[in-house]
Each structure stands twice: as structure tokens, then as C-alpha cells.
């Protein structure tokens, strides 16, 4: 479930995720925007690594009742 979604600078969003799951998930991001990229981030925005793009959706994986961010470029 999203937890929050805020816009550290123009032209991007951070979208905050959380999972109950008892086991990882990939949680999928489909926006009805086209999006340039797509990173996994810390949870104060920080870019961690790119994540792959399909379209305008994307998989990031969410560790067992854990939190996760992806910070989107738009």
C-alpha cells in the first residue's frame, strides 16, 4: 500500500510503500504518465539504484512486512 507520496524537486515524485506480505513481494507501479526513470531510493529520496521500466509501470521489490521508495523522474 502507498504510505506516502510527496516531490523532493520539480519533475519528480517519491511514492513511500509498505507491505504486510510474510515473504518479499514486487509491488507494481503503474502510473497513466509516462515516467523517464525510476530508481529505488531511501525513504528521504536518496537514490539507491535504477530500477527497469516497462512502459509506464515498474517492479520494486518490497522485503517481507518492510517499507520500500521509488523515487520517479517525469
Known sequence: RA?????PA??????RLQSFAE????????LNKRFLSAQKAT????P???LQI???SVELPVERIGVA???LKF
Open 69 to 71: 521508495a521509488i523515487l
Open 54 to 56: 516497462s512502459g509506464n
Open 10 to 15: 520539480e519533475g519528480y515524485v517519491l511514492l
Open 48 to 50: 539507491i539504484s535504477e
Open 23 to 30: 515473504e518479499p513481494i514486487k509491488a507494481k507501479v503503474k
Open 43 to 46: 525513504m528521504l529520496g536518496e
Open 3 to 7: 504510505i506516502g507520496v510527496t516531490s
